[in-house]
């Protein structure tokens, strides 16, 4: 896929994962709409972009209606839509005997359900695009029992999202729609936003039980980087399934 002059829309795209993505993408010359829920992240996303690479878009993803509304507007100002990335999502430690119902369903809303109703309101806008490509966000979490404990619905969701991948990647073959998985490990970023800090205390005990060390050091343009390199794929190839994670040994958090 050519960057330069491309079109790509990324779900929680105001801050951490997602602006880094964006900002490596306007660097290479493509233009961004950037969905999320906060008028005011938004609006200094695209203060920081620029205006004429940048279009900020209010938009829930666990609200299908929404995510249509915003990608089709998207397509109206630039004229285009050539990839999506999912990578809106939400983490809320807790352990499995305490989470509250509301903790559950904003975790499945935003992170799996939001990734299917973005994947179903792109997909007829991707479809006569030069290279047009998906790219959902995982998590190590997903597969790894090192990343942090407590996360059982958060690693559920990221599960369902790459099983959801595998199945998307099939379907959209004869579209020639390219989807892929990025499946990040750690990286500093506002991932922890809205965490109850004694759930998360508990988190990192039983964290701390299966050891002392964590892989840490990895940077959110890290993870951009691994987006980019999957849109950057010739025609007709696709990044199945891609993982990064930190190689750094560290002593595990406390707070």
Same mark, same amino acid.
């Given at each position: 896929?050519?960057?330069?002059?491309?079109?790509?829309?990324?779900?929680?795209?105001?801050?951490?994962?997602?602006?880094?993505?964006?900002?490596?993408?306007?660097?290479?010359?493509?233009?961004?709409?950037?969905?999320?829920?906060?008028?005011? #992240?938004? !609006?200094? &996303? =695209?203060?920081?972009?620029?205006?004429?690479?940048?279009?900020?878009? @209010? +938009?829930?993803? %666990?609200?299908?209606?929404?995510?249509?509304?915003?990608?089709?507007?998207?397509?109206?100002?630039?004229?285009?839509?050539?990839?999506?990335?999912?990578?809106?999502?939400?983490?809320?430690?807790?352990?499995?005997?305490?989470?509250?119902?509301?903790?559950?369903?904003?975790?499945?809303?935003?992170?799996?359900?939001?990734?299917?109703?973005?994947?179903?309101?792109?997909?007829?806008?991707?479809?006569?695009?030069?290279?047009?490509?998906?790219?959902?966000? #995982?998590? !190590?979490? &997903? =597969?790894?029992?090192?990343?942090?404990?407590?996360?059982?619905?958060? @690693? +559920?969701?990221? %599960?369902?999202?790459?099983?959801?991948?595998?199945?998307?990647?099939?379907?959209?073959?004869?579209?020639?729609?390219?989807?892929?998985?990025?499946?990040?490990?750690?990286?500093?970023?506002?991932?922890?936003?809205?965490?109850?800090?004694?759930?998360?205390?508990?988190?990192?005990?039983?964290?701390?039980?299966?050891?002392?060390?964590?892989?840490?050091?990895?940077?959110?343009?890290?993870?951009?980087?691994?987006?980019?390199?999957?849109?950057?794929?010739?025609?007709?190839?696709?990044?199945?399934?891609?993982?990064?994670?930190?190689?750094?040994?560290?002593?595990?958090?406390?707070?």
């Amino acid at each position: 896929m050519e960057l330069c002059g491309s079109v790509v829309a990324i779900t929680g795209g105001s801050r951490g994962f997602g602006l880094a993505i964006a900002r490596y993408l306007v660097e290479r010359g493509a233009r961004v709409g950037l969905l999320a829920r906060r008028h005011d #992240s938004l !609006a200094e &996303a =695209v203060a920081l972009l620029g205006e004429a690479q940048a279009l900020g878009l @209010a +938009a829930d993803v %666990a609200n299908r209606a929404e995510l249509t509304d915003a990608l089709q507007s998207l397509k109206r100002h630039f004229g285009r839509l050539d990839a999506l990335v999912n990578n809106a999502g939400l983490a809320r430690p807790n352990s499995i005997e305490h989470l509250a119902e509301d903790q559950v369903a904003l975790q499945v809303n935003t992170n799996f359900l939001g990734t299917v109703y973005a994947s179903q309101a792109a997909i007829p806008l991707l479809r006569g695009a030069p290279d047009p490509r998906i790219i959902n966000l #995982s998590s !190590a979490s &997903a =597969v790894h029992y090192d990343e942090m404990s407590h996360l059982s619905i958060y @690693a +559920a969701t990221k %599960a369902a999202v790459e099983r959801f991948t595998r199945d998307l990647r099939e379907e959209l073959q004869p579209d020639g729609i390219g989807v892929s998985c990025v499946r990040p490990g750690s990286a500093w970023t506002t991932f922890s936003d809205g965490w109850d800090e004694t759930a998360l205390r508990a988190g990192l005990e039983a964290w701390h039980n299966s050891g002392p060390h964590m892989d840490t050091g990895m940077e959110v343009e890290q993870v951009a980087h691994a987006v980019g390199y999957c849109l950057e794929q010739p025609a007709g190839t696709a990044v199945d399934l891609l993982e990064v994670r930190p190689n750094r040994l560290a002593p595990k958090l406390r707070i």
